[in-house]
């Protein structure tokens, strides 16, 4: 068994229900690097208050 690995951590085994990656959780990451255009992980918080550039999507 050789099972492929996570495009977006490569640690963990391909979920079938979130091919090609691991978990719902490594799509959106992944996902959200494209939107960004940058390294900017949800979830990570950076929360800085001299942060002009933030972008306020919601
Ligand atoms: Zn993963």
């Not at 992980?41 to 002009?52: K, S, V």
């Amino acid at each position: 068994m050789n099972e492929p690995l996570c495009v977006y951590c490569r640690k963990r085994p391909v979920a079938q229900a979130c091919r090609p990656f691991c978990s719902e959780r490594c799509r959106l990451l992944d996902l959200a690097r494209w939107v960004d255009g940058e390294y900017r992980i949800p979830g990570t918080a950076i929360d800085e208050p001299d942060d002009e550039e933030a972008t306020d999507e919601e």
